[in-house]
Nanobody
Framework: QVRLVESGGGLVQAGGSLRLSCAAS????????MRWFRQAPGKEREFVAS????????NYADSVKGRFTISRDNSKNTAFLQMTSLKPEDTAIYYC?????????????WGQGTQVTVSS
């Protein structure tokens, strides 16, 4: 069973920055991408960003390109999401996961997420 613990969320004004962390445990994550998703109130969970095991390839949702940066520390099975130029529409609960799919429903295990609130 995979255990995922997200942290680093909070309340920030528009234009501000936050850095989220995700600690994964419970299995071997070798060669597996890590991903961030988010779910805004009343909306479905959506893909935000992903990073390959080596860190050599990243991918972002169009809505966050140029503002968010994903990274990882494989020695600690941890992923990070540096968020800058935050907008009110970035308000959501942010979740991480480990796997090959960008479809949230393909994942069985989720952490509790971390709340990000951006005020205008």
């Amino acid at each position: 069973q995979v255990r995922l613990v997200e942290s680093g969320g909070g309340l920030v004004q528009a234009g501000g920055s936050l850095r989220l962390s995700c600690a994964a445990s419970g299995r071997t994550f070798s060669s597996v991408p890590m991903r961030w998703f988010r779910q805004a109130p009343g909306k479905e969970r959506e893909f935000v960003a992903s990073i390959t095991w080596s860190g050599g390839r990243t991918n972002y949702a169009d809505s966050v390109k140029g503002r968010f940066t994903i990274s990882r520390d494989n020695s600690k099975n941890t992923a990070f999401l540096q968020m800058t130029s935050l907008k009110p529409e970035d308000t959501a609960i942010y979740y991480c996961n480990v796997g090959h799919s960008v479809v949230p429903s393909d994942y069985i295990y989720w952490g509790q997420g971390t709340q990000v609130t951006v005020s205008s």
